[in-house]
């Protein structure tokens, strides 16, 4: 069986580097898939919320229209889809999961969370973009909890199911969570910096489908995730930038 999750994960890189983005995430895929067109293996493409857009409606659901705002989506969305069609060309059993934004310890990109926990041991000012974005987080261990269910789970053969908590935080309740937890104060300030274009408002996951096809939830709330990240950020001494 094979799980594809390789891609360019972080969205301002494609700002930077377009053309990596998509050779990465879109003709990686396709190689990938070819490879897999001589044996038939069970295939799960790991694909992002972010394919979804600006929100019509929350929680999102997996009818809801794809409209990607930054070339990481798009690329993302052409990746899903050249799965979805070659699979069905080819007669390979696939599963599509949509993931909604993961965190957890050891992650080296400069996401949201880390880069609040890293602003706060080094000061109590939080540089932020966009503070008024809302976003349903998942734990990494229960992220891969998703990806494993799937294995000889015959009710998810040519699905697309969203894996997310079906619950939203705002980057400015973000703050005065982490910070207490913290022992800080912080004071947030927004930074023009950091603002993405086309930045989506709020992304919030509808996960009844997994819960049905994949009998899976949750299991790490945001506040011990966040315990988790700080403790890592303390033993490790990683910087965020």
């Not at 919320?49 to 659901?61: F, K, V």
Request: hydrophobic share 35%; net charge neutral.
């Amino acid at each position: 069986m094979v799980f594809h999750l390789a891609a360019i994960p972080f969205i301002p890189d494609g700002y930077i580097n377009p053309r990596r983005v998509v050779e990465t995430d879109i003709i990686g895929t396709l190689n990938l898939l070819l490879a897999l067109k001589e044996h038939k293996i069970p295939y799960v493409h790991y694909s992002s919320s972010e394919t979804y857009g600006g929100a019509i409606y929350n929680p999102i659901d997996e009818k809801h229209p794809t409209n990607p705002r930054s070339t990481y989506a798009a690329a993302k969305l052409g990746a899903e889809r050249m799965a979805f069609t070659f699979c069905h060309e080819h007669d390979i059993p696939f599963t599509i999961l949509r993931q909604f934004n993961v965190y957890g310890p050891d992650d080296t990109h400069p996401r949201l969370i880390p880069v609040i926990i890293s602003q706060l041991y080094n000061g109590d000012t939080v540089k932020l973009g966009h503070i008024y974005t809302s976003r349903d987080f998942t734990y990494v261990t229960d992220a891969v909890d998703a990806c494993i269910r799937t294995i000889n789970n015959p009710k998810v053969l040519g699905e697309t199911i969203n894996v997310g908590s079906n619950k939203t935080v705002r980057g400015v309740d973000l703050v005065p969570m982490i910070a207490e937890k913290m022992g800080k104060k912080a004071k947030i300030e927004e930074d023009e910096s950091k603002l993405r274009p086309l930045d989506v408002d709020v992304l919030c996951a509808n996960n009844s489908k997994a819960r049905q096809l994949l009998g899976w939830e949750p299991k790490i709330t945001l506040s011990d995730g966040l315990d988790n990240i700080i403790k890592w950020r303390k033993d490790n001494r990683f910087e965020w930038e």
